[in-house]
């Protein structure tokens, strides 16, 4: 069974810096992309940025030029660093992972979710 452990969420004041990482454990046969979701009280969650198996990413327009999401394959991680932050990106941050199993089902996980709280 795949698990996702996130880390590195926190308060930083505007114009600040983070890093998040999210950790995978367990077998996988192969995986698809991983990445990062994110949601705010009131608002539906929405993709933050996604990196594929083969390196290709696409990230929300408002992230864009301020996160870069990044993989380690041999430590199974993936990071999102945010520089630039803004009061708006406060929100819970998802880790997720879309992987096939070896019996070739397609199946998403999601990590718990680091919280980011960014003041003015």
């Known amino acids: 069974q795949v698990q996702l452990v996130e880390s590195g969420g926190g308060l930083v004041q505007a114009g600040g810096s983070l890093r998040l990482s999210c950790a995978k454990s367990?077998?996988?046969?192969?995986?698809?992309?991983m990445g990062w979701y994110r949601q705010a009280p009131g608002n539906q969650r929405e993709l933050v940025a996604r990196?594929?198996?083969?390196?290709?990413?696409n990230d929300l327009d408002s992230v864009k030029g301020r996160f870069t999401i990044s993989r380690d394959n041999a430590k199974n991680t993936v990071y999102l660093q945010m520089n630039s932050l803004e009061p708006e990106d406060t929100a819970v941050y998802y880790c997720?992972?879309?992987?096939?199993?070896?019996?070739?089902?397609?199946?998403?996980?999601w990590g718990q979710g680091t919280q980011v709280t960014v003041s003015a």
């Open positions: 367990g077998s996988i046969f192969s995986i698809n992309a």
């Open positions: 997720f992972i879309q992987y096939s199993d070896y019996e070739g089902k397609f199946i998403s996980s």
């Open positions: 990196i594929t198996s083969g390196g290709s990413t």
